[in-house]
């Protein structure tokens, strides 16, 4: 006589039947069968998908626990649900949570006041603080008041940040968007509509003034396991001078000379410089784009002409550094070079800063300048619309 085993939870002699029955199609046995061995699946739900697969075998809910090692009631449950909703009845319930502390209205209020300036809550601040804007909920009533953590959880989760700021400023130059064009076509080779030749040049050329030599009390100490290079704060100063550079917009090639200062004389300096070197001297034209200092305007294009008639200044509209290309070599030489400085004489300093240009341009690649003039009209198209909506002086 066979004896039939004894499983826990199952009537001696006999397999309890569930009405829950399950039959399975060639598809969802191998969505389950893939599931209950991928190793990437949460275990929860590898459980639940060989819960299922050994119910559509004919296997009772009490054999179920034995071989997976859960309770009757799990094996019970994630059976029903597979027949009432299907594999997405495997994953789990959305869950209520904690009760909400704070209602809808107290978040979008806070929300609403981050948004705002601190002027229009008559409050004497320039900027929001979460501190300063969990006080100010408190005192105007807002109940329950968030604490300062709450709200800065708040404001992340829509990414304000009204602590921080940036400057801006409307262009002001009447041709501004004429004379932007054309550096930024001058940027794609294009003048006029024409394509540059292959004997054209286009030079972003800017002054960097005040570059000082200091000399730190202490030499820096080089980095080490776990620490980085130290610097003394600390310094003895010994001069300043004008670094002046011209860097060739689609050769990625940087021309410069150090000078005691500014002015017209460092600049036709530079001209003489770059202008007499190849390509340069024997090219068809050559674009000076420059920006709108002193030593820029008035004359000078005219002298530049005159001294090379093959050159020709564009300069760039008021307030449109950020068009000279020129600028991102000098943040580039601020970041390597000059911070942290340590330069005994102003004679070391502009030494350094020629050996920095040499080496700079035996691996350099011209600049992935992505603004085009299409950009450029939309940012003057959001501008006019900011402008257009903004209050008239007189008006506030």
């Known amino acids: 006589m066979a004896i039939v085993p004894h499983v826990p939870g199952c009537t001696m002699g006999r397999v309890p039947s569930s009405p829950y029955a399950i039959g399975l199609g060639d598809a969802e046995r191998a969505e389950l069968e893939?599931?209950?061995?991928?190793?990437?699946?949460?275990?929860?739900?590898?459980?639940?998908?060989?819960?299922?697969?050994?119910?559509?075998?004919?296997?009772?809910?009490?054999?179920?626990?034995?071989?997976?090692?859960?309770?009757?009631?799990?094996?019970?449950?994630?059976?029903?649900?597979?027949?009432?909703?299907?594999?997405?009845?495997?994953?789990?319930?959305?869950?209520?949570?904690?009760?909400?502390?704070?209602?809808?209205?107290?978040?979008?209020?806070?929300?609403?006041?981050?948004?705002?300036?601190?002027?229009?809550?008559?409050?004497?601040?320039?900027?929001?603080?979460?501190?300063?804007?969990?006080?100010?909920?408190?005192?105007?009533?807002?109940?329950?008041?968030?604490?300062?953590?709450?709200?800065?959880?708040?404001?992340?989760?829509?990414?304000?940040?009204?602590?921080?700021?940036?400057?801006?400023?409307?262009?002001?130059?009447?041709?501004?968007?004429?004379?932007?064009?054309?550096?930024?076509?001058?940027?794609?080779?294009?003048?006029?509509?024409?394509?540059?030749?292959?004997?054209?040049?286009?030079?972003?050329?800017?002054?960097?003034?005040?570059?000082?030599?200091?000399?730190?009390?202490?030499?820096?100490?080089?980095?080490?396991?776990?620490?980085?290079?130290?610097a003394e704060s600390e310094y003895h100063r010994f001069g300043t001078l004008a670094y002046l550079a011209a860097y060739d917009v689609h050769r990625a090639q940087v021309m410069g000379r150090c000078e005691a200062t500014t002015g017209i004389r460092p600049l036709t300096a530079l001209v003489d410089q770059v202008m007499q070197a190849e390509p340069y001297a024997s090219a068809r034209r050559v674009f000076w784009v420059v920006d709108n200092g002193a030593s820029h305007r008035n004359c000078a294009a005219a002298r530049l002409s005159h001294a090379h008639p093959n050159a020709q200044m564009v300069h760039l509209p008021v307030h449109a550094s950020w068009l000279n290309q020129a600028e991102v070599y000098f943040s580039i030489i601020q970041r390597k070079l000059l911070t942290p400085d340590d330069f005994k004489d102003p004679g070391e300093l502009a030494a350094q800063i020629l050996a920095f240009e040499k080496h700079y341009n035996a691996a350099a690649r011209p600049f992935g300048w992505k603004f085009t003039r299409t950009d450029l009209n939309r940012l003057l198209a959001r501008i006019r619309q900011h402008d257009r909506h903004a209050p008239h002086p007189q008006a506030a």
């Not at 209520?96 to 601190?118: D, I, N």
């Not at 105007?140 to 304000?160: K, N």
């Open 34 to 230: 893939s599931l209950s061995r991928r190793a990437t699946a949460p275990f929860r739900l590898v459980v639940r998908a060989r819960t299922v697969l050994l119910a559509a075998d004919g296997v009772a809910n009490c054999a179920i626990t034995e071989r997976l090692d859960i309770c009757e009631d799990t094996a019970r449950k994630w059976r029903r649900r597979y027949c009432e909703q299907g594999i997405e009845g495997l994953a789990d319930a959305p869950r209520p949570g904690r009760p909400r502390v704070f209602p809808a209205a107290v978040v979008a209020g806070v929300k609403a006041l981050a948004c705002e300036m601190p002027a229009a809550s008559e409050m004497p601040l320039a900027r929001w603080t979460c501190p300063e804007l969990a006080r100010h909920a408190a005192a105007s009533g807002i109940a329950p008041a968030p604490s300062a953590s709450t709200v800065r959880r708040w404001l992340a989760d829509d990414a304000l940040k009204p602590w921080q700021h940036r400057s801006w400023i409307f262009p002001r130059d009447p041709h501004f968007a004429l004379k932007a064009s054309r550096v930024l076509g001058l940027y794609q080779r294009e003048w006029e509509g024409q394509p540059l030749g292959g004997d054209e040049y286009v030079l972003s050329a800017d002054e960097k003034p005040g570059v000082q030599a200091r000399m730190r009390i202490h030499l820096p100490l080089p980095p080490g396991p776990g620490r980085s290079m130290r």
